[in-house]
């Protein structure tokens, strides 16, 4: 079986110089009784670690703490099982209700953003160890809650009201500036708040799709730039060149920020309304999402070593890893936050594993699903992950793990999960919802105090402006002079060669 791989793989290359990759459709159809069991499994975690006094749900098992982050991934979840019919209409209402109340009523970090952490029984701020704490905030965190709660809003419009409010209610001074950057916090040692640029090839832009639904012009948090290629297994994958030991962020290459967008966005930007399977309208992130994916395949072909990698969970210290393709200028570097190697720890990630399925129909990831569709616990969920090196599956359940899982299976059965619904802003009939409106209203002082965006100008807002003969918010001329590398932002991005050659067979 190895060596059919290799060859077709080979063959294709030598014939095309292409990635293999490129020409994998994604899967698509009603899911199979093996597939819908592994949808039922995934589902247990979150029976399990439910906490009924605030909705929330448990990051990791019986650790009663969450991030918006995770949050967004049982948001994920929670609309899987009610469209893959797991739970019903009644079931979805009474967990959504309680959910968006506590989102709605948070302490927010400093009166501006969530905080990076939330005890999930009483719903307040703490630091990582589920003590009280004010302790900062993730933009790329609230990059995926805000696209979570786009979806939301689309798919049940009932629920629009309670989700604008959410918004409606955080401060994006520090989050987003005029150049579109993104900016997470942490308390410095004076304990006053300081904001730093937040992101890195893949994560940043695929929070950055969060924020553009809302309205938010991200320019250079969406740009590749800066970047550079690491030639993995005849593989040019894309990294991004700011230096770890200055900025103190490592740029990790891994699976799950490009599955991400694969599975949300479907590899489309943010104002294509259209949903058409195998057709991708961001074609640079649909391009490195493929290099990420060959790279794998490639490590396989090569190796032997089944590869799946993402950040990860862990049942025993360092108890979490970036398990990545390439990071700090290493191929296939396992690292903690504070970048200590830890190759010992490398996995097969599950969440990761069921991605790839679903984004590439090959015969290298039916491989993967038939090492992944048993790795679970009754009741529990699926486990993390299943060690490259043998020692079986990582004995630790996490929302984020078991979510994805579910978000993935429910793109097999209905293709992108942003299903434009509620709002045709080209429509005369359109009815903007309460955060359109407040958005273009000019007597609104919270609009400037909290830095919301300036959308734009719509048949559908006109109307509303004529009828109550209130003067739009028009956006400031000249916005994009204060960072020229956003002066021609729709200019196509040219694609990188992907050098193949050295994988003829």
């Not at 501006?112 to 990582?128: C, F, G, H, R, W």
């Not at 619904?421 to 080209?426: G, S, V």
């Amino acid at each position: 079986m190895l060596a059919a791989l290799w060859l077709l793989a080979g063959g294709v290359q030598a014939a095309t110089t292409e990635l293999p990759s490129q020409h994998y459709p994604v899967r698509h159809g009603e899911l199979t009784p093996r597939e819908r069991a592994i949808a039922v499994n995934a589902w247990q975690y979150f029976v399990a670690n439910y906490q009924p006094t605030t909705g929330l749900v448990n990051a990791v098992n019986k650790y009663p703490s969450t991030t918006m982050w995770d949050t967004g991934s049982y948001i994920g979840a929670l609309v899987a099982a009610r469209e893959l019919k797991i739970i019903d209409k009644a079931e979805f209402d009474q967990r959504m209700i309680k959910l968006l109340k506590t989102l709605n009523t948070l302490v927010l970090f400093q009166n501006e953003m969530p905080n990076k952490a939330y005890n999930t029984i009483t719903a307040q701020k703490v630091n990582y160890l589920n003590k009280p704490g004010d302790i900062g905030f993730s933009a790329l965190d609230i990059g995926r809650m805000l696209l979570w709660l786009k979806i939301v809003k689309e798919r049940y419009p009932e629920y629009g009201n309670s989700i604008d409010n959410i918004v409606l209610g955080w401060d994006f001074t520090h989050t987003v500036d005029d150049c579109g950057t993104l900016f997470g916090a942490y308390v410095g040692p004076d304990k006053k708040p300081v904001y730093v640029q937040e992101g890195r090839l893949g994560y940043e832009e695929y929070a950055s799709a969060g924020y553009q639904l809302w309205g938010f012009k991200t320019c250079q948090g969406s740009r590749p730039e800066p970047y550079s290629l690491a030639n993995i297994y005849c593989v040019l994958v894309p990294y991004d060149t700011r230096d770890p030991r200055l900025t103190s962020q490592h740029n990790y290459v891994v699976t799950e920020s490009y599955l991400l967008h694969g599975l949300e966005m479907g590899w489309d930007k943010s104002d294509d309304r259209e949903d058409r399977v195998n057709e991708f309208s961001h074609p640079w992130m649909k391009n490195f999402a493929d290099r990420v994916y060959q790279a794998q395949e490639n490590r396989y072909l090569i190796t032997g070593v089944l590869t799946a990698r993402s950040e990860h969970q862990l049942d025993k210290a360092p108890y979490f890893v970036y398990d990545t393709v390439f990071s700090d200028g290493f191929n296939w570097n396992t690292i903690t936050d504070k970048g200590k190697y830890v190759p010992e720890v490398s996995a097969i990630s599950l969440k990761a594993a069921l991605g790839m399925w679903v984004l590439w129909d090959s015969a290298y990831t039916d491989r993967l699903l038939d090492t992944i569709e048993n790795a679970n616990e009754k009741g529990l969920g699926y486990y993390e992950g299943i060690y490259e090196n043998g020692d079986g599956p990582i004995r630790e359940f996490t929302g984020n793990n078991n979510g994805i899982m579910l978000e993935a299976l429910l793109y097999k059965q209905e293709g992108r999960l942003l299903k434009f619904n509620t709002d045709k802003p080209k429509a005369h009939d359109f009815a903007p919802s309460l955060w359109e409106k407040r958005l273009v209203d000019a007597f609104e002082e919270n609009n400037t105090k909290r830095n919301r965006p300036f959308i734009s100008s719509t048949p559908g807002v006109k109307n509303w402006c004529e009828q109550t003969g209130v003067a739009q918010r028009t956006e400031p001329s000249c916005q994009s002079c204060k960072c020229a590398a956003c002066q021609n932002e729709d200019a196509p991005i040219k694609l990188p060669p992907v050098a193949m050659s050295c994988l003829k067979p």
